[in-house]
């Protein structure tokens, strides 16, 4: 199950810096966004800008005492306030700013955008959702972009729940489906080897 768990954690770091410095391995620990006004109300987000409950707030800064003695070389989040937001929480202990992507964007849920989720159970899906495909090669553009400009560095991105399951979908090689959902305010490692 590669190390997942149903509450937030951290793998151990690892011990040999140098070495992946010289091969150029690149650490991406992918973070989900803190608990949201519209989680709490099952309401679909999609690419609205969202906004942190109090408990959201206090994921963040959970996340941020556990990265606090990380050496983070670059801080990502998607271009959505709940994304930025959590991820300016983590990146303050360490003085860094927080660059923006709108490659780690949850996904486009169209015209289901904004509705309650228990109610889109039995509805058609509009055709104007994102694709998993478009999803996935929006996963391997932001994957891609960390192997080639980033390698050797430790990143840390805050993105969303589908999102994260795609970028997982693309590393692992498997499908969406077999990755497990990741909790607000959980942490992910992955070790990218470069190009």
């Given at each position: 199950?590669?190390?997942?768990?149903?509450?937030?954690?951290?793998?151990?770091?690892?011990?040999?810096?140098?070495?992946i410095?010289?091969?150029?391995?690149?650490?991406?620990y992918?973070?989900r966004?803190?608990?949201?006004?519209?989680?709490?109300?099952?309401?679909?987000?999609?690419?609205?800008?969202?906004?942190?409950?109090?408990?959201g707030?206090?994921?963040?800064?959970?996340?941020?005492?556990?990265?606090?003695?990380?050496?983070?070389d670059?801080?990502?989040?998607?271009?959505?306030?709940?994304?930025?937001?959590?991820?300016?929480?983590?990146?303050?202990?360490?003085?860094?700013?927080?660059?923006?992507?709108?490659?780690?964007?949850?996904?486009?849920?169209?015209?289901?955008?904004?509705?309650f989720?228990?109610?889109?159970k039995d509805?058609?899906?509009?055709?104007?959702?994102?694709t998993?495909?478009q999803?996935?090669?929006?996963?391997?553009?932001?994957?891609?972009?960390?192997?080639?400009?980033?390698?050797?560095?430790k990143?840390?991105?805050?993105?969303?729940?589908?999102?994260?399951?795609?970028?997982?979908?693309?590393?692992?090689?498997?499908?969406?489906n077999?990755?497990?959902r990741?909790?607000?305010?959980?942490?992910?490692?992955?070790?990218?080897?470069?190009?």
């Amino acid at each position: 199950m590669h190390g997942y768990s149903t509450k937030p954690f951290i793998i151990s770091p690892i011990e040999d810096v140098e070495a992946i410095a010289e091969n150029k391995t690149t650490t991406l620990y992918l973070v989900r966004h803190g608990e949201t006004e519209d989680n709490v109300n099952q309401i679909m987000q999609g690419q609205t800008q969202g906004r942190l409950t109090e408990r959201g707030v206090e994921q963040a800064h959970e996340v941020a005492e556990r990265m606090r003695r990380e050496c983070i070389d670059v801080f990502f989040a998607s271009d959505l306030r709940r994304s930025i937001d959590t991820c300016r929480i983590i990146a303050e202990p360490h003085g860094k700013p927080v660059e923006t992507t709108p490659l780690l964007r949850e996904r486009d849920w169209g015209g289901f955008t904004g509705m309650f989720i228990p109610d889109l159970k039995d509805r058609t899906w509009p055709d104007d959702i994102e694709t998993i495909g478009q999803m996935k090669e929006r996963a391997r553009r932001f994957l891609d972009l960390l192997r080639t400009e980033y390698a050797g560095k430790k990143v840390l991105a805050v993105g969303h729940g589908i999102m994260n399951k795609a970028i997982q979908s693309v590393f692992f090689n498997k499908p969406m489906n077999e990755v497990e959902r990741m909790m607000n305010g959980e942490v992910r490692i992955l070790m990218l080897d470069e190009g």
